[in-house]
């Protein structure tokens, strides 16, 4: 994991730590063979997306504490799984995505484009 490469090419970056995010729980959206979802897509939790997923069944605003869940409100960044976030793309309500700290094996779901497209930091995107 610490030679782990983003979309752009790049280290891979943190993506949150307040909440503490990444399928390891490590701040990074690190992957490995037990991440089935591929927990890849560093994304900006908007209100619109937490809707759209607790209504798919992923319910990720309300606390789960025996699982060290705080819930997510808009605006906190998470670890998020590619083929969801492509499918709230899809739907017209992709959250915004951190491209410097989106794992490389998004790509394998998601096109640079798109991804490009929904950067928050649109330099970085060109």
Not at 59 to 76: Q, R
Not at 77 to 82: E, I, L, N
Not at 84 to 113: F, M, N, S
Request: hydrophobic share 35%; with cysteine.
């Amino acid at each position: 994991m610490a030679d782990a490469k983003n979309v752009l090419g790049g280290p891979l970056e943190s993506c949150s730590t307040e909440p503490m995010t990444g399928f390891y729980r490590d701040g990074c959206c690190n992957t490995g063979a037990g991440d089935f979802g591929s927990h890849t897509v560093c994304a900006q939790m908007t209100e619109a997306f937490l809707s759209y997923t607790k209504a798919q069944g992923n319910d990720l605003s309300t606390p789960m504490p025996m699982y060290s869940f705080p819930g997510l409100k808009p605006g906190d960044r998470w670890c998020v799984c590619a083929a969801r976030w492509q499918q709230a793309y899809d739907d017209g309500v992709a959250p915004p995505v951190a491209l410097a700290a989106t794992h490389e094996t998004a790509l394998q779901v998601i096109p640079l484009k798109i991804l490009q497209a929904c950067a928050l930091d649109q330099e970085a995107a060109s």
